[in-house]
């Protein structure tokens, strides 16, 4: 498979979304005569980006990367940082124009290792932890993805690509200009890259005072990928505390079977016999990051029971090594779980958890298998680490506030801001109010729409609004801060935005979640529709003045309510939608799916009814302004699937515009096609909405 390598992901992917705080001092409507400067494209890219907090071996010093972005270069930096565990001054430890990447503290403290290409490949580097005394320890071959050192600090675990499968010059080696690819089977591109004819696999290499010596590919002649691809990072493999052991997430399947399959396993490698062990072979879901115990008796991860089903409730899956037996301890727990973290004493399991459109942290007894939640508010917690028994360290996030750093208390569930890395800036915009709504949808169940509203809010006047409609399908709603569907941004050109959670979405248990699959253009699009009715009816929403926006399973929900909305809508934006279910399915890579949520092949005797709900069997009735955005670079959903939208509403007659990013995947990551993007969406919704 052609990859997106580690580093990239844990830096790139991850700046889509970026942790935020509490919304406390953010809801805050201007006092009168007040000056109101609202949130702007250019201002996203001054927010600084918090990532990849890192504690050391004592618990007292947080280690996490910054990056900055310069719009006039169309380029990043990310340098490193530390500051106490109790909050405080924060020191900056590099001062690179590039960026550094996947920093952990060595496990004796002294050290903090890293990587950078500034030896022109990617290799691991050291330095002291006051950032002095940088020195490279590896020089792999054509560089590395990601690195862990082992507790025991006698070895390091390191993840390269590696050559498996002939190129068109290998087949033809006197024609080396020549420009092609031969392709046998599926899986030939995933997600935003072609196949490389390489696999990434997990090295071992013997370590001390900062050498490398003895490099072994425990995966050798293995054609398949650890981490996963392309999304699978460092969360996929584990360390037992006396480095004679690690787990490691791998889907062991090629071709075909790769492409229908979500079956993953957990693969337990013995340092001392060189043996390899499958330890969930029973099930045949997804089975991802696992996490030894510190007493090595046991190893948890998460798993989904249902083959195929890709947004499957995320189950806490325990091991027991002495038993070589597995169970399920959240069986009576209605909701996914991940990011596990274990108490010391091996006797508590902390782990986050997603609760109506927001995401806690809980705790798991190991005896008694009882589940507490422990942190409540409106905010997403999107990582955590154990610094003494009584506090977690974590990254949070809402609509309102991007990455910053707190402590949580165990026993009481509060928080504590250790960083304000975007405190000065943020004092010089004024966020719009978010409100939680409840919705009665047309089957008689409540539904949670977060309402958004402009800075400096007047309920006397009449604004035009906003259907966010999410993509996923199954990606809830909640306090995430979007660097592209930002709803701030939206708010701050004085829309009103209304983003329901609609059917489908996780945090409502699983009745809710599971209940779109196959039903595309069924109940999920009636509570869309029963959001903005709601709101509508509100005496400062111009229901004249209705928009409605998104991307992916969003964008396949704008084109279907463009055919299905009864003149409820002036304008539609739509980004990286499915279109036309047919040549979607003929073109997509995730075949598992396609086949779970739609249905299967739409050649089969017995037809999935969800072919019915295809957007494209409603463009008779297209009657609205339809602006369309797509990256070439999409192969999750292929950009011709934009163009077919495009060129409908071009032959009859309708308003619309194609905006295309021959670079781009399925998000839009490069700092001036952001803003470029940002400028066209507002330019489309003032022209139809404003005039």
Known sequence: MKKIHLLILLFGFSQIFAQTSTMK???????????INK?????????????????????????????????????????????????????????????????????????????SAESKSVQIWEMNPDGSGKTRISNIPDGINAFIYSPDQKNILYIKDV???????????????????VFDDLMYRHW???SDFSY????????????????????????????????????????????????????KLKGKDYAYSTNS???????ETSKTTNISSFNKGYDLD???????????????????????????????????????????????????????????????????????????DIKTKKIRQITKGVHDITSIQLADKNTLVASKMSMSLPAEIFSINIKSGTDTQLSFVNKDLLNTITMGEVKERWVKTTDGKDMLVWVIYPPGFDPNKKYPTLLYTQGGPQSAVSQFFSYRWNFQIMAAHDYIVVAPNRRGLPTFGSEWNDQIS???????????????????????VDSDRLGAVGASYGGFSVYWLAGNHNKRFKAFIAHCGMFNFESWYGSTEELFFANHDIGGPYWEKNRPKSYDFSPHNFVGNWDTPLLVIHGGRDFRIPYTEGMQAFNAAQIKDIPSRFLYFPDESHFVLKPQNSVLWQREFFKWLDTYLKK
């Open 25 to 35: 001092q953010i809801n805050q409507n201007p006092q009168e005569g007040q000056v």
């Open 39 to 115: 949130m702007t494209p250019e201002f996203l890219w001054l927010l600084k980006r918090v990532s990849d907090i890192q504690l050391s071996p004592d618990g007292k010093t947080v280690l996490f990367g910054i990056s900055e972005y310069d719009l006039k270069e169309n380029k990043g930096k990310r340098n490193l940082f530390t500051m106490p565990v109790t909050g405080g001054e924060i020191k900056q430890i590099s001062d690179v124009n590039a960026s550094l990447f996947n920093a952990v503290w060595r496990p004796d403290g002294k050290k903090i290792g890293y990587l």
């Open 163 to 181: 050559k498996m499968e002939k190129t068109v010059q290998d087949l033809h080696p006197d024609l080396p200009k020549a420009e092609a690819m």
């Open 192 to 194: 935003d890259a072609w």
């Open 200 to 251: 990434q696999h997990i090295f071992l290499a013997s370590y001390t005072d900062g050498k490398m010596e003895n490099n072994i590919d425990i995966m050798k002649d293995e054609p398949w990928d650890a981490p996963i691809m392309p999304h699978g990072g460092l969360e996929q493999i584990s360390w037992s505390r006396d480095g004679k052991k690690l787990a490691y997430a791998s889907k």
């Open 265 to 271: 396993d957990i693969y337990i490698y013995d340092l």
């Open 290 to 364: 696992p996490v030894f115990s510190p007493d090595g008796k046991s190893i948890v991860w998460n798993s989904m029971k249902t083959p195929g089903f890709e947004s499957d409730k995320k189950r806490i899956m325990i091991y027991d090594f002495a038993t070589q037996k597995a169970e399920d301890y959240s069986v009576d727990f209605d909701q996914s779980s991940e990011s596990f973290v274990w108490s010391e004493d091996a006797k508590t399991l902390y782990f986050i958890s997603g609760i109506k459109a927001t995401h806690q942290v809980y705790s798991l």
């Open 518 to 540: 196959q039903d595309y253009g069924g109940q999920n699009q009636l509570d869309y529709l029963s959001a903005i009715d709601d709101v509508a009816k509100e005496s400062y």
